[in-house]
């Protein structure tokens, strides 16, 4: 039995007008309806039009937009015709948003208890004398601990998974029947991330809320969502089943966006899709997608597809939807990795004793001069990274990855231990400290290009500022120069007059990674530099990072949440918690079969982008804020704790072949055979393991 509609939108176009006067659309004639209690995904490309239809659901443009025709409605009500009282009292109350990043969303001058008060008064018919108990109840709702305790905090107190399940309380206070969600998980590490899903699943489940999910990240659309829609250049592409679409995609567009994520166990670099969509106004007369599409024929230039049924329930906008299905079904290997280059006699990075901390010493410790009396921040970290080699540091947020990086470009100053590159003479502490050369040698990439790139520079000003400054280039030397860069990196000499906001997202990224590659260094710091891009970007991004290793044989050390990411291109990983270095070792020998309680924590949580498979939670999303005084800094969450000794003792370091070791005090056979002995349960079949069954 169908579900009543309650989000419908009809024919709906949504546009802006251009410099010429032309009218561009955003969005070109969706449909699409919603059932009561009914989870859809939105996915597709930065630019496709998700999160504009998304907003345009609760009756909301951005700035410059306007519609073009049709409309949208909620519970038989024309959105863009409520009133301005009436749309306040639908977004919050009957539809409700949760943003994608519940750090920037929450007042931080409020504690958590004013935050949800808030929203009880606007949305909800709750007397105030009883707001402090129903924040209780919404908090336990969302499965936060001590609900009495967190009340009193404030947001930056809480971690991201506190933050957001926050922002999902605060959504819940009206009751909603509806919840958008922009992107809620982006931002959270993998536990994190997994956790909040479920809960997410559970409210679905309990409560029959619908939920529009708006997601590049296709493994939690594939965890939470019944259906997913797919969109490309502001048109509905396909629409069917999550199983359907994610397994054999009957459109080429949605195959690429699939053959583009890193899978968890395989080897190799995913496959990027060539060429990118078509600008607002640009999609010609025929199919957008037809200049990139591997089964175009010359009818998909002629004429524009319709959005026709065609296998299982499933809608999609093709010319050749059964063999773009047929060709899914047959899978897509992946590319192979540069020829590697790392050369481990050579390194190119030593860290010894690495200890940072970010605890303010007291005026008695002032006077003394000496160091506060607190546990670090991160302790105890020796590595040498080889030359051409790809280190990755994963981890959950706050084990300490960001810091150490920071620590290696100068940036944070650690309280002990040294740093040196291949010359083995020790860096100074600070970057301001460092000479010129020292400086060239280490370049870092941050994690969002807009926020390092100065908006008011044009590509060729941002790229001649590390020429300028360690080469001394003259203005005819450093546009060469800088052409050359951005050929590398696969853009072209025509950027260079661009400012960073005429680029997309993986555009911008690959502008900051020639920056980099400007000083001509002998190690890049990669601070998660894919994470906010979407899948087929990010496949972009990582092959261009690979080769660019394997032409300038350069040393990354690459920090990253995703471990398929990381599965993907690193060379060796480090997994470390509360700064502190639980297992080093090859990547497919720590990936293949985890040593480590805690690395095999997380990659149980990982999530695959296919509805069957489900992630296998060990323990509760706890969040520890600070490591133990003593014994192993995982001991208050492992599942194989041996006893009073994981609480007094630091685990000795155990090696295994090829450069594996692991810090634990259970021997190394004795984890592999039980982690050998649970495997099959770990991948039993999803019915068992408490997953949906009936197409979800």
Do not use: W
């Not at 949504?14 to 009561?36: K, Q, S, W």
């Not at 009883?130 to 969302?142: G, K, P, T």
């Not at 471990?563 to 060379?571: G, I, P, Q, Y």
């Not at 133990?628 to 295994?656: D, K, M, N, T, W």
């Amino acid at each position: 039995m169908t579900a009543p509609a309650l989000i419908e939108v009809r024919d709906l176009s949504i546009g802006f007008t251009g410099r010429a006067g032309e009218t561009l659309p955003v969005l070109r004639n969706v449909d699409l309806v919603v059932g009561a209690g009914e989870t859809v995904g939105l996915v597709g490309e930065s630019g496709s039009g998700k999160s504009t239809l998304a907003l345009a659901m609760m009756g909301y443009l951005k700035g410059g937009l306007r519609v073009l025709g049709g409309g949208t409605r909620f519970r038989d009500r024309e959105t863009f015709r409520l009133t301005a009282r009436a749309l306040q009292t639908m977004r919050g109350g009957d539809l409700a948003l949760i943003p994608q990043n519940a750090g920037q969303a929450l007042t931080p001058t409020l504690r958590v208890s004013a935050l949800i008060a808030e929203a009880l008064r606007l949305h909800s018919r709750v007397p105030a004398a009883a707001h402090h108990a129903r924040a209780i109840e919404l908090l336990a709702q969302v499965r936060l601990p001590d609900p009495e305790a967190l009340l009193r905090r404030y947001p930056h107190e809480l971690s991201g998974g506190q933050q957001q399940r926050v922002a999902i309380a605060m959504a819940l206070a009206g009751e909603p029947n509806a919840l958008l969600l922009d992107e809620p998980t982006t931002g959270l590490d993998v536990t994190t991330q997994a956790h909040v899903l479920e809960l997410l699943r559970d409210l679905a489940a309990r409560t029959g809320t619908a939920m529009v999910y708006v997601s590049h990240d296709l493994g939690a659309i594939a965890r939470v969502c019944d259906r997913v829609v797919v969109m490309y250049a502001g048109e509905l592409v396909l629409d069917g089943s999550a199983r359907s679409v994610l397994r054999a995609p009957a459109h080429p567009y949605a195959h690429g966006l699939v053959a583009s994520i890193p899978r968890l166990g395989g080897s190799g670099l995913p496959r990027a899709m060539e060429g990118r969509p078509p600008p607002p106004g640009g999609a010609g007369v025929g199919c957008a997608f037809v200049d990139r599409c591997a089964l175009a024929v010359e009818r998909c230039r002629a004429a524009r597809p319709a959005l026709d049924l065609v296998l299982d329930g499933t809608r999609s906008r093709c010319h050749r939807a059964v063999d773009a299905a047929a060709r899914s079904a047959r899978g897509e290997p992946a590319s192979p990795r540069a020829r590697a280059s790392a050369d481990p006699s050579t390194p190119a990075l030593r860290v010894r004793d690495l200890c940072i901390s970010y605890a303010r010493p007291r005026v008695l410790d002032q006077l003394l001069g000496r160091e506060p009396d607190a546990v670090p921040t991160v302790d105890g970290i020796t590595l040498d990274v080889a030359r051409g080699e790809t280190l990755a540091l994963v981890g959950e947020s706050g084990s300490g990855k960001s810091s150490i990086l920071k620590a290696l470009a100068g940036l944070v100053t650690p309280r002990g231990g040294a740093v040196a590159l291949a010359d083995g003479e020790a860096l100074a502490p600070s970057v301001e400290l460092r000479t010129p050369a020292v400086r060239r040698e280490i370049q870092l990439v941050f994690q969002n290009p807009d926020e390092s790139l100065n908006p008011r520079h044009t590509v060729a000003e941002i790229l001649a500022q590390p020429l300028r400054l360690y080469f001394d280039l003259d203005a005819e030397a450093l546009r060469e120069r800088s052409a050359e860069l951005l050929e590398r990196v696969r853009l072209g000499p025509h950027y260079l007059e661009r400012l960073p906001a005429q680029l997309s997202g993986g555009e911008k990224q690959r502008v900051a990674i020639a920056r980099a590659f400007a000083a001509r260094p002998s190690v890049v710091l990669c601070d998660e530099v894919t994470s906010a891009l979407d899948v087929s970007v990010q496949a972009a991004v990582l092959d261009l990072l690979d080769q660019l290793r394997a032409e300038a044989r350069v040393t990354y050390v690459f920090v990253s949440h995703d471990l398929a990411v990381v599965r993907a291109l690193a060379d060796r990983v480090v997994v470390l918690y509360q700064g502190r270095v639980c297992e080093l070792g090859p990547v497919g020998a720590v990936y293949d079969l985890p040593a480590h309680p805690y690395t095999e924590m997380l990659l149980r949580a990982v999530l695959e982008p296919d509805p069957d498979v489900a992630p296998s939670l060990l323990g509760e999303d706890v969040v520890e804020r600070a490591p133990p005084a003593r014994g192993c800094p995982f001991q208050r969450r492992c599942h194989r704790r041996v006893g009073e000794i994981c609480a007094s003792e630091s685990p000795p370091v155990q090696l295994g072949g090829d450069g594996h070791q692991i810090r634990c005090h259970r021997p190394l056979a004795e984890l592999a055979r039980l982690q050998a002995l649970e495997a099959p349960a770990a991948s039993a079949p999803p019915e068992s393991a408490g997953n949906r069954g009936d197409g979800r």
